[in-house]
């Protein structure tokens, strides 16, 4: 499952790139494309809510028994520990005045057969949530881009059929 934007009711920083092609964070959480871990980010000290991106969660989090008997054990809590500590370091690293950061995460990727981790770019924006309240989202880098190129694709495609 792709990223797909979402804006809050006032406009923000990701409206501004999507605009009306977006919806709220409260769609994305229910359609399961943003995964709340705000209960979990409390322990680390986060001020606010927090999100993470389906994405996100398969590729760095996302982790069972299956997968332990396959590859080493792991703990799905203790992977999305090592999500939330690294990007709360990015967060304290930009001196918190910028409204993202972007850092690496090494991971031991779900793929079967690995033991050897793996460099994930990663990046977390802080936005506002549907009630205009400050709210964290992490994200793949690349998840970003996806839903520029999704954007792209459907815009081109619209004019193709406009076209037509």
Known sequence: MQLLPYQARTPSFLHTIFGALSYTREEALKRGT???VTA????FSYPCAVAISRTLFEQCVQ???FDSECQVYQDQDNRLSNVLVASRAAMR???FAQLQASFVLKVLPKDGYSRIKTSKHLKIMLDKDDQNHPALTLMMVD????ALLDFSRNAQENLDRVAL
Not at 143 to 146: A, G, I, K, N
């Open 34 to 36: 943003l995964v709340d």
């Open 40 to 43: 979990q980010a409390k322990r």
């Open 63 to 65: 982790w069972d028994r």
């Open 93 to 95: 690293r930009s001196g």
């Open 143 to 146: 998840d970003l881009h996806q």
